[in-house]
T-cell receptor
Framework: DGGITQSPKYLFRKEGQNVTLSCEQNLNHDAMYWYRQDPGQGLRLIYY???????QKGDIAEGYSVSREKKESFPLTVTSAQKNPTAFYLC?????????????????FGPGTRLTVL | QKEVEQNSGPLSVPEGAIASLNCTYSDRGSQSFFWYRQYSGKSPELIMSIYSNGDKEDGRFTAQLNKASQYVSLLIRDSQPSDSATYLCAVNIRPMNRDDKIIFGKGTRLHILP
C-alpha cells in the first residue's frame, strides 16, 4: 500500500526545545517537500529536496533544518530559533515524470503533523 | 515572485448546481496545473491534473486550461454537500529542474447549500 506517512500526528513542544517531524514515502518519488500551513492561510514552502543529500531552502526556511540521507525519508527539525512554530506541517512528494502522461509530475501530501508550542 | 491567485471566497452554491472555481498564474513557462481539495483539519488531496489547453473531465469534475490567458478553472457539476471544502489551485514551475517546485494559491472556500 503506497503512500506518505508523517509522525507524530500531534506534537507539543515547550519553548526552547528542538523537535523533529518524520516524513516517509514508499512511492519511489525523487522529490520531497515540507510546507507549513497556518489557520486560514495558504501553504508556505519550508524546504525541498530533489535528490538524496541535496536540498533547497524554500520561502520560510529560517528556524528549520532538514536532511535527506535516504530517498524515502525527509525529516524536518523545528529549532528553538523558529519564533512562531505552532502550525500544521505537511510533507509532500513528487516523482519525476510518470509512465502515464496524464499524471505527469503529480505531487501528493502526507496526513500532516499539528505542532503546538506550550 | 511566481504567483497563483484565487478568490478566497466563500463561494456559496446550491446543491445540484455547478460550482465554478477560477485561478490565474503569473509564470508563462508553467506546464503542469493541479487542483487539490482540502477539508478542514485535513491535508490537501489531489483531484485533477491538466497539462494542455482545453478541458479535462473526470466524473463530476472538469478542469479547464487556457495558457494564453494564464487561467485555470475547475467546474464541479451536480454539487453535493460533501464538496464543501477549500480548493487549492497549484502550478508546477521549472519542472525536472533542481528548482522544481509547485506553487499553491491560497485557496477558495466552497460551501454547498443543502
Amino acid at each position: 500500500d503506497g503512500g506518505i506517512t508523517q509522525s507524530p500526528k500531534y506534537l507539543f513542544r515547550k519553548e526552547g526545545q528542538n523537535v523533529t517531524l518524520s516524513c516517509e514515502q514508499n512511492l519511489n518519488h525523487d522529490a520531497m517537500y515540507w510546507y507549513r500551513q497556518d489557520p486560514g492561510q495558504g501553504l508556505r514552502l519550508i524546504y525541498y529536496s530533489q535528490i538524496v543529500n541535496d536540498f533547497q531552502k524554500g520561502d520560510i526556511a529560517e528556524g528549520y533544518s532538514v536532511s535527506r540521507e535516504k530517498k524515502e525519508s525527509f525529516p524536518l527539525t523545528v529549532t528553538s530559533a523558529q519564533k512562531n512554530p505552532t502550525a500544521f506541517y505537511l510533507c509532500a512528494s513528487k516523482g519525476f515524470g510518470n509512465t502515464r502522461i496524464d499524471h505527469y509530475n503529480e505531487q501528493f501530501f502526507g496526513p500532516g503533523t499539528r505542532l503546538t508550542v506550550l | 515572485q511566481k504567483e497563483v491567485e484565487q478568490n478566497s471566497g466563500p463561494l456559496s452554491v446550491p446543491e445540484g448546481a455547478i460550482a465554478s472555481l477560477n485561478c490565474t498564474y503569473s509564470d508563462r513557462g508553467s506546464q503542469s496545473f493541479f487542483w487539490y481539495r482540502q477539508y478542514s483539519g485535513k491535508s490537501p488531496e489531489l483531484i485533477m491534473s491538466i497539462y494542455s489547453n482545453g478541458d479535462k473531465e473526470d466524473g463530476r469534475f472538469t478542469a479547464q486550461l487556457n495558457k494564453a490567458s494564464q487561467y485555470v478553472s475547475l467546474l464541479i457539476r451536480d454539487s453535493q454537500p460533501s464538496d464543501s471544502a477549500t480548493y487549492l489551485c497549484a502550478v508546477n514551475i521549472r519542472p525536472m529542474n533542481r528548482d522544481d517546485k509547485i506553487i499553491f494559491g491560497k485557496g477558495t472556500r466552497l460551501h454547498i447549500l443543502p
